[in-house]
């Protein structure tokens, strides 16, 4: 089946939710609990919807049917949806920064089938083509093979807390392009 990409737009969110959810709760079993996995839901992982204004942030679709979605970022934030942050991000200086990786999901069902790949390529070239040399992400445990494979290096592994007490193991990852 052809697979297209193109930049997500706002009606996209409600599908795009949908899909993060679905995403999280059965790609990460086995590498957090179900409290982090909802917790996470809830707390973290969602739209950031700077990443659309900005349009940086992209969907893979099939027919109509969108199966990932993901983006880069010329912002500070690291990781996390619009429920993550309080306030805008500062830019980056493509001189001296690196670019963000930012919110890759892949349906379950289409997971492990090249689609992230394809789309961490697109980011990547549309951050060079931006004037960035390096990419950052914070990486969840269950994307850290597929960030390995592409050539980022961990750097750090950082807890993040959650409002309801909850921690989150990501992953740090960078990558000189």
Known sequence: MLITTRPAIFNDIPVLQQLIAESVCRLSKGYYTETQIESSIKYIFGVDTQLLIDETYYVAETGNQII?????????????????????DPLLDPATDAA???AFFVHPDWARQGIGKMMINLCE?????????AMELGATLPGEPLYRAMGYKSLAKILVDMANGEQLDVIKMRKEL
């Open 68 to 88: 990932a979605c993901g983006g880069w970022s010329k912002r500070e934030t690291l990781y996390g949806g619009d429920q993550h942050k309080a306030v805008a």
């Open 125 to 133: 070239a549309e951050a060079i083509k931006n004037g960035f040399k």
């Open 100 to 102: 963000r990786i930012r």
